[in-house]
């Protein structure tokens, strides 16, 4: 008796001995965990791996055995094992992971230490990949390799049907659609063109706080179209922000318990590594802060900077802060807040209900949408400009984008001064028609209104008007026949 209760325990401490080993870290040699299959002969072949964050991207770490702590470990089976995989969260963002090959994949793991298990028998061998399915988190790293070895069994093929990934890479040829909730109007996301804080006068420097809040929101890209939008502060572009060279900004960024995405900010008016990026990457419920000082005047984009960044920029997360010259700006009459942005959707131009956004349109730099403030509509029909006639304007004017540069343009007016790439400190250019903005750049134009009217805001791609860039500067007044006259015909494109 008391050697069969020796060899017993013998027998449960090999067994453990070859359960903490049964993966590897970068080969595909060591071997996994074994346990008899109830169907037919196989091993049990497990994997644990955590979510994490890695030098500014996204990925899976191994956990245990030869794999722990290793990026993307390289997972090996052999044909007639069965895969078990868990997945814990281990940053607080929406993960989850699939092996499409296997038609096999993970629920969904968002709250930090949350796990989630599954499995899947293997039946073909060859190199395979395993992936995030969250959209843009492959690009931003959750990828590996999944190698199995082994033959066919004879006479028997493959009977896994590869997962359909379409979602993440749909073709819009086939032209508008009716999606879910055609209904649905969504939240007004338009940043209104005036909400910009008055000019300085102190002449002092101040510590300014920056408080900003992450919010994830469906919200009207068109009428009928609604579309998840990713926001600081619920609106698009962010808060329009105002300090003086010389003062000290305090950035706090939090981000809503309810979001699905850690975010952050980079502010390009910042000096240091990643504007700030670097010290607020915010998981969902919780906030970060930082303190950087305003060393040079301008007009700067801030963005969300957490991977895959294009994807944060594209869903909405971004916006101007101006950095005012010791001295200030000149008066003006007027001051408009506008930034251009892209949106990509599976669903082509002008389908209505709730669209979804397109990874691969994304990285290929196809987009349905193209808009200012969010929105097709936003500065037409929604929140137009307005002025009167003798009055001057100032457009504070910037791309989001994240891929296109902007042939800014306003159709009838000639800008009196544009501040070429928003620099405050060289001498503007004067008399200018239309002016360049690169994606993550800014411009500042200023002009007189001689004549009523409705002016165009476009961008002088004009094909882009039709996937909804536009918006209008109304400016009323008494009319000015010497410096135009003439009767208004029906049919122009503008």
């Known amino acids: 008796m008391k050697n069969s209760f020796k060899f017993f325990s013998l027998l449960i401490v090999l067994a453990f001995l070859i359960s903490a080993c049964g993966t590897e870290k970068s080969e595909p040699t060591a071997v996994a965990a074994e346990a008899v299959n109830s169907g037919g002969g196989g091993k049990l072949v497990e994997y644990t791996l955590k979510t994490a964050l890695i030098d500014g991207g996204m990925a899976y770490l191994g956990v245990g055995g030869d794999i722990d702590g290793v990026k993307n470990p390289t997972l090996s089976a052999s044909v007639g094992d069965t895969v078990k995989i868990t997945l814990i969260s281990g940053n607080g963002i929406e993960h989850d992971i699939a092996f499409p ?30 992936v995030c399915t969250i959209p843009g988190h492959k690009e931003a790293g959750m990828s590996g390799r999944f190698e199995v070895t082994g033959n066919l069994a004879s006479g028997s093929d493959s009977t896994t049907t590869p997962m359909d990934m379409s979602n993440h890479s749909a073709s819009n040829a086939s032209g508008p659609v009716v999606v879910n909730n055609p209904l649905e109007t969504g939240a007004d996301i338009v940043r209104d063109p005036t909400e910009i804080p008055a000019p300085i006068t102190r002449r002092e420097p101040e510590t300014v706080r920056i408080d900003l809040e992450t919010i994830e929101i469906e919200g009207q890209l068109a009428d009928g179209t609604t579309y998840k939008y990713w926001t600081f502060n619920g609106k698009v572009p962010g808060p329009f922000y105002r300090v003086r060279v010389g003062d000290t900004i305090e950035v706090h960024l939090k981000n809503l318990t309810n979001s699905t995405m850690a975010h952050s900010v980079d502010f390009h008016a910042v000096t240091g590594p990643g504007g700030g990026a670097v010290m607020t990457q915010t998981p969902p419920g919780q906030e970060t802060s ?19 960044v294009a994807q944060h920029i594209a869903n909405g997360m971004y916006g101007l802060i101006l950095v005012e010259p010791e001295e200030g700006l000149p008066p003006v009459d007027r001051e408009f807040y506008v930034m251009q942005g892209e949106v990509y959707t599976n669903e082509a131009f002008g389908s209505t209900g709730l669209l979804t956004e397109n990874i691969q349109a994304l990285l290929d730099e196809n987009p349905e949408y193209l808009v200012f403030n969010g929105a097709v509509g936003g500065l037409t029909e929604q929140k137009p400009l307005t002025a009167n006639v003798g009055e001057t304007v100032r457009i504070f004017f910037g791309v989001g984008g994240p891929n296109f540069t902007s042939s800014f343009h306003v159709i009838g007016e000639i800008f009196d001064r544009v501040y070429d790439q928003a620099s405050l400190t060289s001498p503007p250019l004067t008399n200018v028609q239309t002016v360049s903005v690169p994606p993550g ?31 209008y500067l109304i400016v009323e007044g008494p009319e000015n026949p010497e410096i135009i006259n003439g009767t208004i015909t029906p049919g122009s494109g503008h």
């Open 101 to 130: 090959d296997f038609n096999a994949q993970s629920e969904h793991v968002i709250e930090e230490g949350s796990q989630t298990s599954f499995e899947f028998t293997v039946d073909k061998p060859g190199n395979f990949t395993y």
């Open 290 to 308: 930082f303190t950087a000082k305003a060393i040079r005047p301008g007009l700067f984009v801030y963005h969300c900077a957490t991977p895959m």
């Open 441 to 471: 750049g800014a411009t500042m134009v200023e002009f007189g209104l001689e004549v009523p009217g409705n002016y165009l805001l476009v961008d002088h791609a004009l094909s882009r008007m039709q996937r909804g860039l536009s918006g």
